[in-house]
């Protein structure tokens, strides 16, 4: 699957939640590998990623703080290792972020969906 088959994921999911992104931005870390484990919350809202070279810990929008509950996405396949990609919806008339989506593709399948989402209080 390719960044714009997951970007049109993000978009098609964030469209049925109310909140369409407006905005994307493919996962890279700072080593400049593009592979990682997920960890999110699903109740608080909030992800970490995990780079699979380098095993750098990115918190996803600064929400590391506010996970109380962490579990480990996989995909449906029981792969772990993903390609990701955040996508945000904007309040009406500003440049605030209201929702944050976290989409993957599968690095095994290549399978895509949105894995975690919340609003950003």
């Known amino acids: 699957m390719s960044r714009d088959d997951l970007r049109a994921e993000i978009l098609r999911f964030s469209t049925s939640n109310g909140h369409p992104a407006v905005a994307f931005e493919s996962l890279v870390c700072a080593c400049g590998h593009e592979k990682f484990t997920l960890f999110s919350d699903d109740r608080s809202g909030g992800a970490v990623a995990v780079c699979t070279a380098c095993e750098e810990n990115i918190s996803i929008y600064d929400s590391a703080d506010f996970m109380e509950e962490v579990a480990q996405n996989v995909c449906a396949c029981d792969h772990e290792v993903l390609y990701l990609m955040t996508g945000m919806a904007h309040y009406p008339d500003s440049d605030d972020v209201q929702w ?5 593709t599968c690095a095994e399948c290549d399978l895509a969906g949105v894995y975690v989402d919340w609003k950003e209080q």
Do not use: H, I, P, R
């Open 100 to 104: 944050v989506y976290v989409g993957a």
